[in-house]
């Protein structure tokens, strides 16, 4: 889907929030920030007021270096942190909510993350939220999916998550992970929108993608396996309560 200005039409540059968090993959939203603070005069590369952290998992120390960073004294304009992350430890989003409810004059946060759900809700509270918009593609793949024989579902996962699951390198494995989180949120969504939910454990499954998605979040984690645990999990012939589809 093209992404094209779906993020940076809710940054303001005449009221520019202190605190965004973003619904994103970094891949999709870091270029649309990075050109917005082009447009608005604040130089992305060789400016030592424009931060960029990008980790698999925020830790506590993170959170304190980042808190420490946010009070330093600028070099003029701007100051401003983008971080990439694919969770955040609960102990570091309760380190970093002073920081984020109590603006700093000229000090913006862009926090970008796979999946919002499961953050504290008291960390969301300090932001202005930007959730990626789903495009016709994302539900349609979903759909297929659904549709999909088992072994065509785990060919379908194998591209999905092409980039290095099992790689070394831990760069490929988060992004492996961000984009199962995203393909879980798609699914989720067009689940809930279409499947008719009933009493007992015919819907199961829905508790089958909760606990996927928090796996998903810890570091180490394989998204092949625990997306292939899911592929299992939805039955076949899932009856799609909606018409035209």
Not at 67 to 91: D, M, Q, R, W
Not at 100 to 112: G, K, L, Q, R
């Amino acid at each position: 889907m093209n992404m094209a200005g779906h993020i940076a039409k809710h940054f303001n540059k005449d009221a520019l929030h202190h605190a965004y968090l973003i619904e994103a993959s970094g891949a999709r939203a870091m270029p649309e920030i990075l050109e917005f603070l082009e447009s608005i005069g604040v130089a992305v590369v060789g400016n030592p007021d424009v931060t960029s952290i990008a980790v698999d998992s925020f830790k506590i120390e993170d959170a304190r270096s980042l808190n420490a960073s946010a009070t330093l004294k600028g070099f003029g304009g701007k100051k401003v942190f983008i971080v990439t992350a694919n969770s955040f430890l609960s102990e570091a989003q309760n380190a970093m909510l002073k920081v984020f409810e109590e603006p700093i004059a000229d000090t913006h946060f862009f926090v970008i993350t796979a999946s919002i759900q499961g953050l504290l809700p008291t960390f969301v509270s300090r932001f202005f939220v930007i959730r990626e918009e789903r495009g016709e593609g994302d539900e349609a793949a979903a759909l297929a999916f659904l549709k999909a024989p088992y072994a065509k579902r785990v060919d379908f996962l194998k591209e999905l998550l092409a980039e290095g699951d099992e790689d070394e390198d831990d760069r490929a494995a988060e992004s492996a992970r961000s984009k199962a989180l995203r393909f879980l949120n798609a699914l989720e969504a067009l689940l809930h929108k279409k499947y008719p939910l009933r009493e007992g454990s015919e819907a199961g499954f829905f508790d089958q993608m909760f606990a996927v998605r928090e796996f998903l979040r810890q570091p180490g984690s394989s998204a092949k396996m625990l997306m292939e645990s899911v592929a299992l999990a939805v039955p076949l012939n899932i009856p799609l309560a909606v018409p035209n589809l």
